[in-house]
């Protein structure tokens, strides 16, 4: 019973590449959340998305972020043209149903950003 | 979400029981309250949750006070693999969905 997974681990752009995480669910979880943690900082809440649907968005920067949850194959957290400051571990976490009280939610390892 | 007031870190004995302490006074009546732990950079794993009354599970138990302004997750024999930065997380269901996480406690178990 494989857990959140999140590939890659581990990734290094240059300034002004294209940075791609992808998040697979828990089998199961139709619902899809991803947060930012600063070094020495807690997560921040980015995005919530269920199958082809944000749902809220509320924390994802207005410019150079992205998310999406196709139908098939794993949610995709994209930014484009990097910066230093995206330097970050990112964490996807995934829910059964909606994140009601009784759906916690489970967090994959991670993918490490690191922007040269 | 309410907000959370943690201690920054403490120390814990192997196989004592360390408690975390955590205020939650604007907590609402609808709002639990979660606990969460990161282990070295790893991530966030679930720990418990409650509402009003003391949960117990396999890894901790939850002890929320009558007013439910405050909370004490215990872990009721440490261990060394049990170092981690432990977040107290209060939230209401219904369409809010994110958890608000603070900067935690960084809990040390010592030999």
């Known amino acids: 019973n494989a857990g959140v997974m999140q590939n890659p681990r581990h990734l290094v752009r240059r300034r002004g590449q294209e940075a791609r995480l992808r998040c697979s669910p828990m089998k199961g979880h139709s619902h899809v959340y991803w947060y930012r943690q600063l070094p020495e900082e807690g997560l921040k809440f980015m995005v919530y998305l269920q199958k082809e649907n944000i749902i809220d968005e509320s924390g994802m920067p207005k410019e150079r972020f992205s998310a999406e949850f196709p139908k098939e194959g794993p949610s995709i957290l994209r930014i484009q043209q990097v910066v230093r400051g995206d330097s970050a571990a990112y964490f996807c976490a995934s829910s059964l149903g909606w994140a009601g009280v009784t759906y916690e939610q489970y967090f994959g390892p991670g993918t490490r950003l690191t922007v040269t | 979400d309410a907000k959370t007031t943690q201690p920054t870190s403490m120390d814990c004995a192997e196989g004592r029981a360390a408690n975390l302490p955590c205020n939650h006074s604007?907590?609402?009546?609808?709002?639990?309250v979660y606990w969460y732990r990161q282990i070295h950079s790893q991530g966030p794993q679930y720990i418990i949750h409650?509402?009003?009354n003391n949960e117990t599970n396999e890894m901790a138990s939850l002890i929320i006070t009558e007013d439910r302004k405050s909370s004490t997750l215990i872990l009721p024999h440490a261990t060394l693999r049990d170092t981690a930065v432990y977040y107290c997380i209060v939230r209401v269901a219904r369409n809010n969905n994110d958890m608000r996480f603070g900067a935690g406690t960084r809990l040390t178990v010592k030999p």
């Open positions: 604007t907590i609402s009546g609808n709002e639990y």
């Open positions: 409650g509402l009003k």
